[in-house]
């Protein structure tokens, strides 16, 4: 059986944008990834956005993704006991080694709800599988916050995407609608600039960068 790797998302696109090529390296290399987008997406364009993350997903590679259709940028308004059980019953269903989700100090509302909601629906429980919980960074939002100590993105695990970064970017063109012109962080020079920069931090040409809330040697 192959591992299972769950990417949880606030709204479509940021699973790509936070950890595209990542997706396509885990998959490449055996693993089975199921994406979880938590939001609709914009209010205009969410009667298209499941087929656009569907498509784009596909591209990767990724054969399951799961929508959970929250209303977007409203998940504050539901208790979050609620979101974290959704959550949890999709832990127990797909028994993932590793969970990608948002940073914590992300500026927008709906990556921290989300984030809270996976930290405790994949919280380690004695006789249950351990979880391995990493957090990417996602353009215009994690650069976007105050960058205090306690919740500035401190990258600390880094993925060389070099081989898969050309992937991502043409995944991303089915979020075509979501993107905007350089130098806005969304755009595809901006995420091939970013690449850029975390995979000179390695020594890799592209690099995706993580910061770990908890990695388990087995």
Known sequence: MHERVLVIAAHPDDELLGSGGTI???????????????AKGRKEEEQKMQ?????ANKYLG???????????LLL??????????????????YEPSIIFTHHYGDINKDHQIVFQAVLTAARPLPGKKAIELICFETVSSSEWSHHTDDKSFKPNYYVDITDTITKKLEALQFYDVEMRPFPHPRSYIGVKHLAQVRGMTI???YAEAFEIIRRIWK
């Not at 396509?24 to 938590?38: D, E, H, Q, S």
């Not at 087929?51 to 498509?55: A, G, I, S």
């Open 51 to 55: 087929q656009k993350v569907l498509n």
């Open 203 to 205: 020594g890799a040409e």
């Open 62 to 72: 990724v054969e399951e993704s799961i929508f959970l259709e929250y209303p977007n």
């Open 76 to 93: 504050e308004t539901f208790p979050l006991h609620v979101i974290t059980k959704e959550i949890e019953s999709l832990v127990v269903k």
């Open 24 to 38: 396509k390296k885990l998959i490449n290399n055996g693993f089975k990834v199921i994406t979880v987008i938590m």
